[in-house]
């Protein structure tokens, strides 16, 4: 049977038909939708989403333990949280296969770096596959089990955005019946990492990595399409597709497995094409180590960018240089961007809002409420990673002293501050530091398209599961009195930030506020909100909240004043049909002229 | 069967409904046979921002992503959008276009115009230009999430491809509590285009 699948959704086949038992992951795009398929369409698997990527690995390398086929899957940035235990499981090998997925982000579409992961394989020295398109991703998948029991390590499977939610034809098979039992194995000086049993694996696992060569030498994934012999490409992933779009004619020396290298292989390639480039996305990876070799390819990275997606104008770009002839453009005027934005009735909102008021610097983290950098609100300070506001806003203090005292917040949502926010929390209390933190607890993981964690109260699967309760935690890291407060009501919003700023010990504040889009957190939503164009001033206070469903329009001559006479240049209008009712716009309006259409205002919603 | 990949380019904002047509022009065309990619971006984008979706058909196709400059037919959902894509369509390329606009923030903030007269700037550059009543048809039906299905029988009328097979597609993705409403909408937007 044949069927369009994503990367996300072959990957996620692969498991399927590879016997995969155990499969665990954070959300994170592009990678999100691996889990999300296993849990939807594959019950015999068991799925989860774990607190984060170094947990979610840690259950996988149990599961393999125990004999299970397993996987991992995450993004790039994932990887660096999972590291620890990725270095160290490469020594200890497998008992059932385990393969870790991650995805890579060429161009930044969702991510706070442009890493590139294959210098992964090559560091904790495991075997890693590229697919370039999503019958590959099945395929490899599926092969990426077997290499692993056979050579007793680790595998990885490399993905990018355009292979991940890219779609392609795939065709579909049975699943097989994994090799390996599934029991309580004993193994203590394979799988206890002591410095005397370490010192031996190291060597076990040098031994690996030769015979790892040899089967990159004879793997059919590896392969030369010879045509025009005049120029050749090596090339891997989507890049090949890329180059083979524009130059269909050329030779190829396709590599479907990126670490270790081929050399014998890639040797021949370069004795039968007169000129070798190598086209990759990112880092020069394939170059390097080529080039290492001692083969010389007539170009690689001074052709080709290494910031960015790859596509096929640029690889036409880089080939022909000079000679290229880029199509002339249609249009030539710059339009209006339009960027992503905190939806109208994002919980977010109010709580940036009052931050903004307040004039504090933020240390954000990552989520939707990053967005709130961007104006109109303005209000995010810095971001670089999981769990890093606390680290940062503590620091800051420290550096501070006296003078950071009440002027200095962290902001974290729910899914991240439990991902990676509770140490750095745990810093705060323990080496007394006057911090406030707020948690935005809009009860899922909202950026990646809603996913449970363990402050959802729900599983993968939708199955009802205990809900860590952020007060107790605070609590119980030492934090006397975590507060609770509503984010659509900005006065109450901004006198517990307020007092919280003020206070000189660590502070926790939990912004409770579901995410709009959550259905099952509201009873229902609330009517549109109206703007009374006869008191409007066109103040712009309410268009300041950036709001998606608020505009501002310039008027003329007879508008261009309110009934009772006072002079205007513009009006704000509310689109009904965006507007769920939060009513933050309302609040903020000095003169009246928004109207509510509840019995009375409403400050947020009705939630369950 | 043609040897030539035909691409199209769909673009609109979050929201809109811009995969889920991408999704069902693909199953069409493997039903027929064709190979078929696309590839569009999720995360982020959604929030309100740019939506595209590369969409691509024929004997055997490589790149998931259309070359700039190589767009057969530009599919835009929202006008605004249909301007900003106008660059990747080759000289004699065809648009189909939804005549309704969205305000991007820096609109809704004042401090940029939103553009005028975007039909005339682009029938004024290309002549095969067709504007539907996409989302005005949609909301008339009742339901404004039908407006990819009116827009979708809107671009149908390019293909020789038999109505059937794009309803019978189209159906199977949407629940059986809408089918009457979304026939109909596949059919006003067949006959938006003459």
């Known amino acids: 049977m044949r069927k369009i699948m994503s990367g996300n959704e072959a990957i996620a086949r692969g498991a399927y038909e590879a016997g995969v038992k155990v499969a665990a992951a954070y959300p994170g795009t592009p990678s999100t939708e691996i889990l999300e398929t296993i849990a939807q369409e594959y019950k015999d698997i068991y799925a989860e989403w774990s607190p984060n990527e170094k947990v979610a690995l840690e259950v996988a390398f149990g599961a393999s333990l125990a004999g299970a086929r397993t996987m991992a899957s995450m993004k790039h940035v994932g990887v660096n949280v999972a590291a620890d235990p990725f270095m160290t499981l490469s020594y200890v090998g497998v008992c059932g296969g385990l393969v870790i997925v991650t995805c890579d982000d060429p161009e930044l579409y969702s991510s706070q770096n442009e890493q590139d992961n294959r210098h992964y394989a090559r560091f904790a020295k495991v075997p890693m596959f590229e697919p370039s398109d999503s019958q590959e991703a099945k395929d490899f998948m599926k092969l990426s089990f077997e290499v692993s029991e056979r050579f007793d390590t680790p595998v990885m499977l490399r993905s990018v955005t355009r292979i991940s939610h890219g779609k392609g034809i795939v065709e579909l098979e049975e699943p097989v019946i994994p090799p390996v039992s599934i029991e309580i194995r004993k193994d203590t000086a394979k799988y206890t990492m002591l410095p005397s049993y370490a010192r031996i694996r190291h060597g076990v696992i040098e031994g690996r990595f030769l015979k790892l060569k040899e089967f990159a030498e004879q793997f059919p994934g590896n392969r030369m399409e010879l045509n025009d012999p005049s120029i050749g490409f090596i090339t891997a992933g989507i890049s090949y597709q890329y180059a083979k779009e524009v130059y269909p004619n050329y030779s190829y020396l396709k590599l479907g497995m990126v670490w270790p290298l081929p050399k014998n292989l890639i040797g021949d390639f370069f004795k039968k094409v007169k000129k070798v480039y190598i086209v990759e996305e990112l880092d020069p990876f394939l170059e390097k180590n080529i080039r290492a070799m001692g083969f010389k390819p007539k170009g690689g990275k001074d052709l080709f960018p290494i910031c960015g997606e790859l596509n096929p104008f640029l690889v036409e770009k880089g080939l022909l240089g000079k000679k290229f002839k880029p199509p002339k453009p249609a249009l030539k005027e710059p339009l209006p961007p339009r960027p992503p934005n905190l939806c109208p009735g994002c919980p977010h909102r109010g709580l940036m809002y009052v931050l903004k008021r307040l004039k504090v610097y933020t240390a954000g983290d990552i989520g939707c409420y990053t967005l709130a950098a961007y104006p109109p609100l303005s209000v995010v300070n810095n971001n670089i990673c999981m769990g890093a506001s606390i680290g940062a806003v503590h620091g800051m203090a420290k550096a501070l002293g006296e003078k950071g005292k009440g002027k200095i917040v962290g902001v974290i949502g729910d899914s991240t501050f439990l991902h990676a926010g509770v140490h750095p929390l745990m810093d705060v209390v323990y080496n007394k530091s006057y911090a406030t933190i707020i948690i935005l607890d809009n009860r899922t993981t909202g950026m990646t398209g809603q996913q449970e964690h363990p402050g959802s109260g729900y599983t993968i699967r939708g199955e009802t599961t205990h809900r860590t309760d952020f007060v107790e935690l605070g609590r119980a890291l030492g934090i006397e009195n975590p507060r609770r407060i509503n984010p659509w009501n900005l006065e109450e919003t901004e006198k517990v930030v307020k007092e919280e700023l003020e206070r000189d010990q660590p502070s926790l504040v939990i912004s409770e506020g579901p995410c709009i889009l959550l259905r099952r957190a509201f009873k229902n939503y609330n009517k549109p909100l109206q703007v009374d164009s006869t008191k409007c001033r066109g103040c712009k206070a309410c268009v300041n909240l950036g709001c998606p469903a608020i505009s501002y329009q310039l008027v003329e001559g007879e508008m261009a004043m309110t009934a009772d006479g006072k002079k205007r240049k513009g009006i704000s209008q509310i689109e009904a049909s965006l507007c769920p009712g939060c009513h933050l716009c309302y609040q903020v309006c000095k003169f009246e002229a928004i109207q509510t259409f509840e019995e009375k205002p409403i400050f947020g919603f009705e939630t369950m | ?194």
């Open chain 2, 1 to 194: 069967m043609e040897n030539n990949t035909v691409n199209v380019l769909v673009a609109g904002v979050g929201g809109q409904g811009v995969i889920l047509a991408s999704d069902i022009m693909a199953e069409v065309f493997m039903e027929l046979g064709y190979d078929v990619k696309k590839s569009e971006v999720h995360g982020m984008a959604m929030r309100g921002g740019i939506v595209t979706s590369h969409f691509r058909f024929g004997k055997k196709v490589y790149s998931p992503l259309i070359k700039e400059g190589d767009v057969d037919i530009l599919f835009a959902f929202e006008q605004l959008e249909g301007l900003r894509w106008l660059n990747h369509l080759k000289p004699n390329g065809k648009i189909i276009m939804n005549d309704h606009k969205i305000n991007p923030p820096a609109v809704n903030l004042g401090e940029m115009e939103y553009p005028k007269a975007i039909p005339e700037i682009i029938r004024s550059k290309f002549k095969d230009f067709y504007l539907v009543k996409g989302t005005e048809i949609a909301l008339e039906l009742g339901d404004v999430r039908a407006a990819n299905v009116v827009l979708l029988g809107g671009i149908s009328k390019f293909f020789e491809v038999k109505e059937d097979i794009w309803l019978k597609t189209i159906l199977n993705y949407l629940p059986t509590k809408v089918h009457e409403l979304n026939r109909k909408a596949f059919f006003a937007g067949r006959d938006q285009i003459y």
